[in-house]
């Protein structure tokens, strides 16, 4: 995506401006409410006027106040997936999927329908009334309708928000696959920091109604990492497992780790806090955890009063949190050797 | 058995045409005023509105009357009416607009309240996936109100049938021209010997409001299974 955005909009007493220019396909806009994340998408998709300033994507100019240019939402080809699924309730999920479809030109159907909706899993719901869909299937219908109309740029407003969360990540899933196959260039709005990490590679942050900054998704999940009492959370994609007496072997690179869940899925998603990895300097001869893996240390970073420990486990990484103090007793640098000891159960299942 | 004379059942005829030649005019009109007072930032809301409900509560006689000073010959509309031949008092264009004018805030508010039920970001939705202005308004804001269009015409049609003042003011009482039921009904009132011919016209009022209440919530149920 090549999106190139300067503009200003007074709200009533909310003043929102920004200025920031992006090349990455996965890119997402953070915030807590009311910091404006809602206000860039709405003026990008043309929803809401700049008062001044341009936006240009792909080598459009979609909005230049100064030229008296203000490309209707509907000539943007910028789809968006609102917080609420928003479907048209007088259609059926086979017309709601195909209403940008039919309007967009055939020169820009790139995507065939027959192929998201199979992708998204709705070929037994097409005749169905979208009154009769369950949240997460309007969901799916709300981001297969955006999908066909072809866009050069899909905004997602929170769009896992209104979900449990147990519906939540049966969603993401499908958003990632989408995404990975239609190769759509996504800016996906949210609050939460864990969505953030799962669909995107560079975030930019909005606090107050202007741009603080523009990172790697990664970097904001380390500098959040002493915020909130929150530590930081190590996102692990394990494979099928294989049964270890009452426990469960998943293979992790060139490691194995040994887990209390079992993931019922090819690909299962896990969480690891930082703060429930545990380092010894020493091989620990004893210990109830199931997980001792050998490591060297890459790098450290430091968040206020909290070190996180970047390790190589084999061919894998992972990050533990420690203190300051245990830095200095255990002499642990750049290029240690350390064992990782974690316990089975701290490992906690997402998808 | 409900005979009528030559000259009810030109009344009858009369009600029916005044009513959808109304119902008809004003729907569109009815359309546009709540699209803009419901999705719109128009300045003055308060005033359009105000003026739009003006003859819900004025007595339909004066609302006959402004009509008449609007529209007579000596009315700022006078001179382009009579550049144009175009005569408006004293006959059928006049019931209709008098009935038009009286029905117009009983449309809008029965639209309004559909439109306001619409959630916008349906509309949004549409708009970034492609659909212009128009077609979002053919294809989405018409079909989610159509129950509220619908109820707005048959409140409409049913106050033109009654509609009695501001007609009488505007078109008069004449035979075959401008007599519609409720004038009728009025004549045979005040006429000694006509309340056999009152009641009938009384009655043939009830039926024709009742079947344009089935017809319409017919409508609205084939609307709302769609």
Known sequence: MDLQVDIEKDHGKF??????????????????????????????????????????????????????????????????????????PHMNVQRNLLYGWRRTAPANRLISPEALIDVLNLRHLLHRGVNRLSGGERQRLALGRTVLACPQLILMDEPLTGLDEELKY????????????????????????????????????????????????????????AAGGQGYANLLNLGRPRP?????????????????????????????????????????????????????????????????????????????????????????????EVVAVIKASSFRKII | MLSLSPQDMSAVWLSIKVACGSTLIATPFGFAVAYLLVFTKVPAKSLIEGLINLPLVLPPVVVGYLLLLLLGQAGPFGPFMQDFNIRIIFTLSGAVIASAVVGFPLLVRAIRIGMEGID?????????????????????????????????????????????????ILAGNIPGVTQTIPLAIYEYTSTPGGDSMALKLCLVSIVLSFAILLLSETAGRTIRRK
């Open chain 1, 15 to 88: 003043h929102f401006s920004a200025a920031f220019s992006l090349s990455s396909r996965r890119c997402g806009i953070f915030g807590p409410s009311g910091s404006g994340k809602s206000t860039l998408m709405h003026l990008l998709a043309g929803l809401l006027k700049p008062d001044q300033g341009t936006i240009r994507l792909a080598g459009q100019t979609l909005f230049d106040a100064a030229a008296g240019l203000d490309l209707a939402p509907e000539k943007r080809r910028i789809g968006v997936v609102f917080q609420h699924s928003h479907l048209f």
């Open chain 1, 170 to 225: 049966q969603i993401i899933p499908y958003l990632k696959k989408v995404f990975d196959e239609f190769d759509i260039p996504l800016l996906f709005i949210s609050h939460s920091l864990r969505e953030m990490r799962l669909m995107t590679d560079e975030v930019l942050v909005f606090r107050d109604g202007s741009l603080q900054g523009s990172m790697a998704t990664e970097d904001l999940a380390r500098n959040s990492m």
């Open chain 2, 120 to 168: 916008r970001h349906c509309l949004q939705a549409a708009r970034t996936l492609g659909s212009g202005f128009w077609d979002t308004l053919v294809t989405i804001t018409l079909p989610l109100c159509g129950r509220a269009v619908l109820a707005g015409m048959t409140l409409m049609f049913a106050r033109s049938l009654g509609e009695f003042g501001a007609t009488i």
């Open chain 1, 244 to 336: 270890a007496g009452d426990l469960w072997a998943y293979s992790w690179g060139e490691s194995e780790l040994i887990l209390t869940e079992q993931g019922e899925n090819e690909e299962n998603l896990f969480e690891l806090d930082a703060r429930d990895i545990v380092l010894f300097k020493q091989h620990p001869l004893a210990t109830s955890a199931r997980n001792l893996l050998a490591c060297r240390v890459i790098k450290l970073f430091g968040v206020n009063n909290r070190v996180g420990v970047e390790l190589l486990c084999g061919d894998s990484q992972l990050v533990a949190q420690i203190v300051p103090e245990s830095v200095r007793e255990l002499g642990i640098a750049q290029g240690t």
